[in-house]
């Protein structure tokens, strides 16, 4: 049963630092291009950043190309651990404006990946993060 399970949210004040995982249980994420996306109430689900399939033919040497949103590119950082089977979304200086509930997702075609959630087959339950004073 594949499954993915987000982590690390939480409550943090403007310009603080929060590090998200995305545990995956039931497959194996080197082969799968995996998406950070967030969702606030009353708004759509917008990609914050995406990292290519290490097996992919976009796959860098580091295990794969990454994206990022116009509106996180220099705070955020996604990575991937094999060993672990987790991906990470580190996410540093903080908005107010970064608070969503913040979801990963696994696309088994990942030579590239998308910043459109519609392009992912599977999905975490979500994390909450708050950024406030």
């Known amino acids: 049963q594949l499954q993915l399970v987000e982590s690390g949210g939480g409550l943090v004040q403007p310009g603080g630092s929060l590090r998200l995982s995305c545990a995956a249980s039931?497959?194996?994420?080197?082969?799968?291009?995996i998406g950070w996306f967030r969702q606030a109430p009353g708004k759509e689900r917008e990609g914050v950043s995406c990292?290519?399939?290490?097996?992919?033919?976009?796959?860098?040497?580091?295990?794969?190309?990454?994206s990022y949103a116009d509106s996180v590119k220099g705070r955020f950082t996604i990575s991937r651990d094999n060993a672990k089977n987790t991906v990470y979304l580190q996410m540093n200086s903080l908005k107010p404006e970064d608070t969503a509930v913040y979801y990963c997702?696994?696309?088994?075609?990942?030579?590239?990946?998308?910043?459109?959630?519609?392009?992912?087959?599977?999905w975490g339950q979500g994390t909450q993060v708050t950024v406030s004073s």
């Open positions: 990292i290519s399939s290490s097996g992919g033919l976009t796959s860098s040497s580091s295990g794969g190309l990454t």
């Open positions: 039931g497959f194996t994420l080197d082969s799968y291009a």
């Open positions: 997702a696994a696309d088994p075609s990942g030579y590239v990946c998308y910043p459109q959630p519609g392009e992912y087959d599977y």
